[in-house]
């Protein structure tokens, strides 16, 4: 009984299957017959801006090491003990202060036995001189007995020839001029010596002058005194050390740096080298003068403002072929004393005149292997794709060297869901420039107003010690040939 009711059910099954597909067939029929509208996606909303114009100057950065433009080392010029320090580590000391004193004794009994040993060689002098004076005197005296003899020699043989004396008187007159003559050549013969002993005496004098001069020199080294001014630096040794003095051995003081002005040292690639010298050899103002680069520095306290103005000094000589780079020294003012050496400063350099131009912030710029685009909206508000050439940031936004003008709508937002051609609808923006603390113009600093000076000698030059130093060698030819 239960298999016939099972057949019946599978039978009832069969039957019934081929009637789904039909309803299913019959419903798609009357769905398609049917037309279904779907709605256009809105405009894409984007956010855009007008490029800005302004005049600017391509300020470059670099990161400088301040440096001192004099530093010496205070050494000792003659060995003694140490007796007094009139210093304070760090304070400020102007050229020839009184630093340090060595024990002057020694040297002061140096100079009273130099002064003694002059005024002996000049009172051998001044007897050498009684003495010439004095065979001069005989000299004289010498000489007009040895006329007179002559003079009676010569009677007494025109007597003889008369016959008015006996040739014996002849014979008298004849030794008597002969021992005037010899008393003569004896007299004239004293005289050259006591000159020569004059001469001596003299440069017994000019030794005893200078070794008088090396004492007092000695003397007065016994005071350091400070070579420049600027700020002094810690005690490399305290009072009652015994201090070295000379050249190969000289116990080192303290140390000064001067600080107004001050140098900043850079280095600077190939091409901006060679752009700098270009801009430094332009005319400026009305003197027709060349001028050098002005050059503004901030300190690490100071992150938006270059408070500190000077300007480039020069750059070195060649350039560093491991490095490719060329090492540039700039100088600055520093009479608030602010500037320390050895800090690291915040540089920036002209490096370009001023001029008109068209800037974007970089998150509108958009790269394509080596292209670099901006989207725009035309007048048609659609995008359009525009291929730009860049150059260097400044103040917070990217100089455009080509490819816009500054009129056009630029996309800042929305970028990732447009593309050209499609349709949006825009929101404007203004864009600005950031403050910077740097100014929008420059003027080359006129020779007049440069800080580096020419170097002088702390004393005037002898002709004699150059050419002493020099030698002969080193003269022109034309002056050894004479």
Sequence with gaps: MLNSRYRRGALAVRAAAPVVPLLFAIAFAAGCSQQVEVPAPPPVEVVVGNPVKAPIVEWDEYVGRLEAIEFVEVRARVSGYLDAIYYDEGELVREGDLLCLIDPRPFQAEVNLANASLSEAKSQVEQAQATERQTEAELKVAQSQSDLSETLLKRAKSLLDKQAIPEQEVDIRQSEQRQAQASLEATAARLALAKTAT??????EEAADARL??????L???????????????????????????????TMITTIVSLDPIHAFFDADEQAFLKYQKLEGKPTGEENTEGKNPIFAGL??????????????????????????MRGQAILPNPDLKLT???FARLRIPGSERYEAVLVPD?????????????????????????????????????VREGLDGSEQLILRGL??????????????TLALDAEGLPNDFERVPQREWLSQPRTNSRPVDERELANAAGESRLPVSKRAN
Excluded: C, W
Aim: aromatic fraction near 4%; charged fraction near 25%.
């Design 213 to 218: 001069e090396l004492a007092q020199l000695n």
């Design 300 to 325: 690490a306290d100071e992150p938006d403002e270059f408070p500190h103005r000077g300007h480039l000094d020069f750059f070195d000589n060649r350039m560093d072929s491991e490095t490719g780079t």
């Design 363 to 399: 998150f509108a710029v958009s790269a394509d292997q080596s292209e670099k685009y901006v989207l725009l909206v035309n007048a048609d508000g659609k995008v359009e794709r525009r291929n730009v050439k860049l150059g260097p940031p400044v103040r917070n936004l990217r100089v």
């Design 220 to 250: 007065g080294y016994t005071q350091i005194r400070a070579p420049i001014t600027g700020r002094i630096g810690a005690r490399e040794v305290t009072i009652g050390n015994m201090i070295s003095g000379g050249v190969g051995q000289s």
């Design 341 to 343: 050496p050895g800090l």
């Design 416 to 429: 990732q869901r447009v593309m050209p051609g499609v349709e949006v609808v825009v929101k404007t923006e």
């Design 199 to 204: 001469a001596s005496a003299r440069s017994a």
